[in-house]
């Protein structure tokens, strides 16, 4: 069999892991041939591609970022772009393809798959965790543990100067880093885009904790969390070239509401892109290592329209069509029950 590769939408710990994965299990175990597709899809639409090899795999399993490059972006964003994706993979052989991403590569997969009748196997990719159909995305770890570093570190700057730090973490449609750092790190406050905030609660609890002696807080907010109508003005942001909101800056608007209302010292971290770079933890390596494993499985068992996943700490095929056009959100029993317990 030849397998096309690639690595789509924003970039994640564990990518490179994964690409080692089907490497080595394709050629191998399975005597196949791999070409990796540079830049996504662009990749495919341009035949810019490589054919890899276990040589050009060592000392990737570390490694951050994609050795494949990746962007965003679909075939279906040009009227002839299915059409030249399978003339494309029709002259370079390409029996199937593996795609690596989050929810926009992997509807992008199921589409072409009942469009030009190509075998897919999707590989969940995503530090917002937010992919349905799986327990857990190979890169939210890693992402988890440098944002409850960061918030870590800033309680000691916070306390040495009796501040509140407002600290934004990515999630756009979801607040799984949020929560699970703001527990970990033991905020004061999570906002997440699940729960709509009232700025005056978020107050409250940072007033509690300073009437108890405590003078530092941390409040974790997630780049798409919302103020419940009325209760704060909310940000306006541009649309990127895909025509989404261009997040970030939420966290400004809670800290200045903060300060206002309580009148303690309120300081902002952005951390930003700092969350998807560097290496992949330890869970996140294993994580993705048998989910490259598990694709090349999956296709030379016949399965032609899945995503491979975590679940119950096995791997399992879940229909893509079960995937797509959907969002994981957080559980708001973690949420309610766990997070707001340790609030102020």
């Not at 789509?8 to 080692?20: E, K, S, T, W, Y």
């Not at 996504?40 to 990737?60: C, F, I, P, Q, Y």
Request: glycine share 12%; aromatic share 4%; charged share 20%.
């Amino acid at each position: 069999m030849r397998i096309g590769v690639l690595t789509g939408g924003g970039d994640c710990p564990g990518l490179n892991a994964v690409i080692r994965a089907v490497v080595r299990k394709a050629i191998n175990d399975m005597g196949d041939t791999v070409v990796g597709f540079f830049d996504a899809w662009d990749g495919v639409l341009e035949k810019r591609s490589m054919e890899l090899n276990v040589a050009a795999l060592a000392g990737t399993l570390p490694r951050g970022g994609t050795i494949l490059g990746t962007r965003r972006g679909s075939p279906y964003d040009s009227p002839d772009g299915p059409a030249r994706v399978q003339k494309n993979l029709h002259e370079m052989g390409i029996d199937a393809l593996i795609v690596i991403g989050g929810n926009g590569s992997l509807w992008v997969a199921s589409k072409l798959h009942a469009d030009i009748g190509i075998p897919v196997v999707g590989v969940p990719k995503t530090i917002d965790n937010d992919i349905e159909g799986t327990d857990v995305c190979f890169g939210f770890n890693t992402a988890v543990q440098i944002a409850t570093d960061a918030i870590d570190r800033l309680h000691t700057t916070a306390e040495s100067h009796d501040r509140v730090m407002v600290v934004e973490v990515m999630g756009r449609d979801t607040g799984w880093i949020a929560t699970h750092a703001g527990i970990a790190g033991g905020a004061t406050a999570i906002l997440i885009p699940e729960r709509p905030f009232d700025i005056a609660d978020i107050a409250d609890a940072v007033r509690r904790k300073h009437n108890r002696g405590r003078y530092a807080s941390i409040v974790v907010v997630a780049e798409g969390a919302m103020p419940k109508p009325g209760t704060m003005e909310a940000p306006v942001y541009e649309n990127d070239p895909f025509g989404r909101p261009r997040l970030g800056g939420i966290s400004s608007e809670v800290a200045r509401a903060i300060e206002k209302q309580t009148g303690y010292e309120t300081r902002v971290v952005q951390i930003g892109h700092i969350q998807r770079g560097g290496t992949p933890n330890a869970f996140d390596r294993v994580l993705s290592t048998r989910l490259g494993i598990a694709a090349v499985t999956a296709l030379h068992d016949g399965a032609s329209h899945c995503m491979v996943a975590l679940r119950n700490d096995d791997m399992v095929r879940v229909p893509l069509e079960n995937v797509v056009g959907k969002i994981r959100h957080v559980d708001v029993s973690l949420y309610d029950n766990v997070a707001t317990v340790f609030f102020g």
